[in-house]
């Protein structure tokens, strides 16, 4: 079993610090990270929070899965490897005719 945590349904106020104390009373806490978006600096709702071992995690989750935190109740589970991101999709931005020029139309 692994020991990073996932952490969701969090409040957008809750910040790594407030992670980091809420999962100590459960074991060791090695990082506590909150996501953030990039744009607006908000919390994006869930986090990661690294356990000092398996047991600790399993502990973390047994405690605190479904429990309400900052007035939503959490979600915790273990982590799961990020997923490979595609190249973002077949973008073409030229090509075709559309704007001006090609031929056709009424010649005057």
């Known amino acids: 079993m692994n020991n990073k ?3 969701g349904n969090l409040a957008y ?3 790594d610090e407030d992670l980091q104390q809420e ?3 459960f ?3 090695q990082s506590a990270k909150v996501m953030m978006d990039r744009d607006s600096g908000r919390s994006k709702g869930f986090g990661f929070v690294e356990m000092g071992s398996a047991a ?3 502990a973390a989750i047994q405690g605190l899965n479904g429990r309400n935190f900052g007035g939503r109740d959490l979600t915790v589970n273990i982590a799961r490897p990020m997923e490979a991101r595609s190249g973002g999709g077949n973008r073409s931005y ?3 005719g559309g704007y ?4 056709g139309g ?3």
């Open 94 to 96: 030229g090509g075709g």
């Open 106 to 108: 009424r010649r005057y």
């Open 100 to 103: 001006g020029g090609g031929g």
């Open 13 to 15: 106020s809750v910040r």
């Open 23 to 25: 999962f100590s009373a």
């Open 56 to 58: 600790e995690a399993e």
């Open 27 to 29: 074991g060791a806490v």
């Open 5 to 7: 945590l996932y952490v």
